[in-house]
């Protein structure tokens, strides 16, 4: 089997035991291809663990800018015993495997389509270091060191990392340094470098920054003006609140006094941090709060009192395979169901479909605006494959023109001046009343809020008629809302073709990515990125236009196909599930071989898409 | 109930107070409770309350959960806004809201099975997390609106109207509310406005969470022998330790009383709580003894009432936070926006 030669295009997976301080070094491997102008897309894959389950790093580098998942493993850096089996399996033949030798493995247990690169990496650290935390952190320099040996990484990349990164701690930068070249040196005087797979020095990376969704929603709570964050523990989305709680202490407490100008409070459960929200919603701050899908499940009963009492919210969900507690560290999109139409009665809810880090930050700050805007619960759906994974996006961008955008709010000029205040009643045919805030004026805007009916003007009622035309105007809300909320993004194929493909959220990398394979192959899809609900029209425009669209989700049973047909009253033959939901990222090479399988083009497609 | 409104039109002549507001600007709407409810005399001390701290009324928020002492709110303060939340979350709901507007004054109201069944976690955890609120506990040991089943307050051996025996261990909210951190606690009866109208406006003075359980009959489904919720049986069973008069650091401060017999507290507001005490041996500050006394005397069937703790040095949640002294919902984007530069600098560092 000869062995593969790539250059800038490969998948190297690290195989490591969590908890042994790999997660910075993984990340500087990665960094360092950037830095050398080359995109690259990291993936953890990590258990429900704190220490000693395996735990895996995975890097895509395409020059191209594919940023999805490709699937097997070209070189395998192979640093945990536990999963030797299934790690060397992964790899594709003609790859590589790198690994710890200073055991002998027991005999029979290699591939022979591979090349083994063997490196004593204990031995090495064992004679280098004495303290047991010394010689597990710096191990892993080391094989960063072999690895920038391998895959021609320049050396002044790494340092400069290393410098940065223990910046101001200059005994660690040279120990740290020292490490590096420890391993790159041993790589160099006994191994044949580089091999096959190399990163060559590109300038494909441009002003493009390298963060995490969650951290990036933080940001975008700040910017948007975010001023209360109440929430509960739970991943995947636990860094959402330790992002928006780092920025905000960075832009937002004041240098003299050290006053600050938000509040995080950890609630005691779900339900608390979601009635949080709702009480400073209510009074006039903006509120968010970050959980998954086990949380949106408890807040249900509070769901349904903000919409019908018309309070703002942000809910930031992070996605986790379910149901109950299912896979907490694997990614799906499951929620899509549950969000759209949270709690009992009739009920329906904005819900916002960021594909990336940067849609993150955008639609988060866009969130706060919308809540107030339509007065009601607003859902920014992300999951964990956006969240926890480091991405190279699009850098943000603010535009200081922009206000903040606080609604329909009748102020105490307003009401001294006599304009009529009913917090229920549609003055302008949108669906959208007028709220006041708490404490605007001594004798007039002040309203009682109920989950139980009222009547326009806010009066207690169980009148059926009052209760009715309270709900229909509710619907007007939210047709209204179809105007406000970010409009899909439509990308036609190079030919007129009677195929198209919905999809959303983090399966959109490997989606564009297979509608290229395919174009390739001669089979042409027009694309549509759906990026929120309710669908604006062209929505429906878009599936009518086509003889077949194919809905491209991570979850077991369509659900954004579900919703598709049941809001826009579609023909569900036209629209084609393609699925993927075992708990990691959908592929575009999955993805191209369920299209083809579906049109029936080949056999070896099937094949492929069974993999 | 009653279907008679009260006329709008006030006397010329009703005392006004320091805002120059009558009584009657502080009363909601009519109430549809029972008549002769525990919770509608409780309404009616909070008005007067309020009307005699000469607080703005549409400065104070009134939040509650659900069930009978929940749609109190909609009878008093009709200048207020309310909120009738969920089912024992109104904790929750009021510490948001205390969160965005630290100005304001919060009310919480609540029921038995309110606070001590459905919403047992987050009446702890609004104490403990030190919410600057006023949360009375309705208390009749019962639900009212679905018909007289027990509640988690209901005394072990009390009975019901059809004659059923509660097994069940009573939570009793005064030691629960110490124990969590409310820096002020007291109890008192519907039935005894001279008590309860002086403790409330200490608790709505009152820095921090201040909590009050309010002994309130069901006329309809706990009032009857065999209940120790009941008029009768409280009124025989109670052990008063304190009565209580406060002075607002506005009026002109003379304090008069006898040494040994009157105990003057001062709150962080300026204002005096003067007390009158009754048990001579009771110490308001001392935690500690205030619980052991409160739960001696429970052992032997009787009800200690008045203000039974009270910390005069509380914080309150806003301080544990670091909060700027400008309400949270009072900010704008100019403040909040960390701006185009900054993230253009934040932008240089993700590379």
Redesign the interface.
């Known amino acids: 089997m000869k062995p593969i030669e790539a250059i800038n295009d490969f998948v190297v997976k690290v195989a490591n035991v969590n908890g042994s301080g790999s997660a910075s070094a993984n990340q500087m491997f990665a960094k360092s291809i950037l830095r050398m102008g080359v995109p690259a897309t990291p993936r953890n894959i990590f258990p429900s663990n704190i220490q000693g389950l395996p735990t895996w790093y995975e890097i895509r580098v395409s020059e191209a800018g594919y940023r999805g998942a490709r699937g097997g493993v070209d070189l395998m850096v192979q640093m945990n015993p536990q999963t030797w089996n299934q790690d060397v399996a992964s790899i594709v033949p003609g790859g590589y495997l790198f690994y710890d030798n200073t055991r002998a493995l027991p005999p029979g247990r290699l591939r022979d389509d591979i090349t083994v690169i063997g490196v004593p990496l204990t031995q090495i650290t064992n004679a280098t270091y004495t303290l047991a935390r010394e010689r597990q952190l710096f191990k892993n320099i080391i094989y960063v060191g072999v690895l920038s040996a391998l895959l021609d990484i320049e050396p002044a990349v790494v340092e400069q990392l290393l410098a940065e990164q223990f910046k101001g701690k200059d005994k660690l930068i040279a120990a740290n340094v020292q490490a590096f070249q420890l391993g790159r040196h041993y790589a160099l005087d006994h191994l044949q470098c580089p091999i096959g797979l190399r990163v060559r020095r590109s300038d494909k990376v441009g002003d493009a920054i390298f963060v995490e969704g969650n951290a990036a929603v933080g940001l975008g709570m700040v910017y948007g003006g975010a001023t209360v964050c109440a929430w509960y523990p739970i991943t995947p989305s636990t860094s959402v609140v330790e992002g928006f709680t780092k920025w905000a202490s960075r832009y937002r407490v004041d240098a003299q006094t050290g006053e600050k100008t938000f509040a995080t409070i950890q609630a005691e459960d779900e339900l608390a941090s979601i009635g949080m929200v709702i009480g400073a919603g209510w009074n006039g701050a903006r509120a968010f709060t970050a959980t998954s899908g086990p949380g949106i499940s408890l807040m249900q009963e509070f769901i349904g009192l903000a919409y019908f009492a018309e309070i703002p919210a942000v809910l930031v969900d992070v996605q986790r395979a379910g149901p109950s507690t299912g896979m907490p560290t694997k990614t799906q999109q499951c929620d899509v169901l549950l969000c759209a139409y949270a709690s009992h009665g009739d009920t329906k809810h904005v819900l916002l479909l960021p594909r990336d880090a940067n849609e993150c930050f955008e639609f988060g700050a866009a969130s706060l605006d919308l809540a107030d805007r339509l007065q009601t619960p607003i859902f920014l759906l992300t999951d964990l494959d956006i969240g926890m994974n480091e991405r190279l996006v699009a850098p943000f961008a603010w535009d200081d023109s922009r206000k903040l955008d606080r609604g329909k709010v009748m102020t105490a000029e307003e009401l001294e001046a006599g304009r009529d205040f009913g917090r229920y009643t549609d003055v302008d045919g949108d669906g959208i009343p007028y709220r006041t805030y708490p404490g605007t004026h001594p004798t007039r805007g002040s309203f009682f809020t109920r989950g139980t009916s009222r009547d326009r003007r806010a009066i207690y009622t169980e009148d059926g008629a009052a209760y009715q035309d309270n709900m229909e105007r509710l619907l007007r809300k939210f047709e209204t809302a179809k105007s406000y909320v970010p409009a899909p993004v439509q990308k036609n194929a190079a030919t007129s073709t009677k195929l198209g493909a919905i999809y959303y959220g983090s399966t959109s990398d490997s989606m564009e990515e297979a509608a290229d394979l395919l174009a390739a192959e001669g089979v042409e899809i027009d694309l549509l990125r759906v990026r929120a609900f309710p669908f604006n029209n062209t929505v429906d425009a878009f599936i009518e236009q086509h003889e077949q669209v194919f809905v491209v989700e991570q979850n077991r049973d369509a659900q954004l196909r579900t919703l598709l047909i049941n809001e826009g009253d579609l023909n569900p033959r036209q629209l084609v599930r393609i699925l993927h939901y075992d708990g990691t990222p959908i592929t575009a090479r999955q993805i191209a071989g369920q299209i083809r399988a579906s049109l029936g083009l080949d056999k070896a497609a099937q094949k492929e898409a069974a993999e | 109930m009653t279907y008679l409104p009260k006329p709008k039109l006030h006397h010329p002549e009703l005392p006004k107070n320091d805002l120059g507001y009558t009584r009657r600007d502080y009363e909601g709407s009519i109430s549809t409770l029972c008549a002769g409810c525990g919770h509608d005399s409780i309404s009616a001390a909070i008005i007067h309350a309020c009307y005699e701290l000469s607080l ?4 104070i ?1 009134k ?1 509650s959960g659900i069930g009978c002492s929940s749609k109190t ?2 009878y008093f303060l ?9 089912h024992g ?1 109104m ?11 630290r ?2 004054i919060y009310l919480g109201v609540s029921g038995d099975g309110d606070s001590a069944s459905i919403g047992l ?2 009446f702890a ?1 609004a104490m403990r ?1 030190g919410v600057n609120m006023t949360y009375i506990v309705e208390n009749n040991g019962v639900y009212g609106l679905t018909k007289g089943q027990f509640s988690a307050t209901a005394d072990r051996g009390a009975k019901n109207k059809k004659g059923a025996t509660n097994q069940d261990a009573p939570i009793d909210l005064i030691s629960m509310a110490m124990l969590m951190g409310a820096s002020f606690v007291g109890r008192s009866f519907s039935g005894d406005k001279p008590q309860l109208v002086p403790l409330l406006k200490a608790a709505l003075a009152h820095k921090g969470p201040a909590f009050i359980d309010v002994i309130s009959p069901c006329v309809t489904f706990n009032n009857h022998e065999g209940s120790t919720k009941s008029y009768d049986y409280v009124r025989e069973h109670n052990e008063a330790v304190n009565f209580l008069d406060v002075i607002m650091s506005r009026q002109e401060i003379t304090v008069d009383y006898a040494p040994g017999t009157v105990e003057v507290v001062r709150q962080h507001d300026g204002s005096l709580i003067k007390l009158r005490k009754k048990a001579d041996e009771y110490d308001v500050h001392d935690k500690i003894a205030a619980m052991e006394y409160v739960q001696k005397h429970q052992a032997h069937g009787e009800i200690v009432t008045g203000l039974l703790y009270v910390d005069t040095d509380s914080q309150d ?2 301080d544990h ?6 309400p ?6 100019e ?6 530069a ?2 253009a600098k ?2 240089a560092s ?2």
Request: glycine share 12%; aromatic share 2%; proline share 8%.
């Open positions: 703005p009324p549409h400065r928020a939040l709110p909609t009709g200048a207020s806004h309310g909120f009738n939340s969920v979350r904790p929750s709901v009021l510490t948001g809201a205390a969160a965005a507007n100005d304001l976690g987050q955890h997390r949640m806003h936070l670091g909060t700027c002294s400008t949270l919902n009072a900010l704008e984007g403040t909040l926006v960390p701006g185009s900054a993230l934040l932008n993700l590379r």
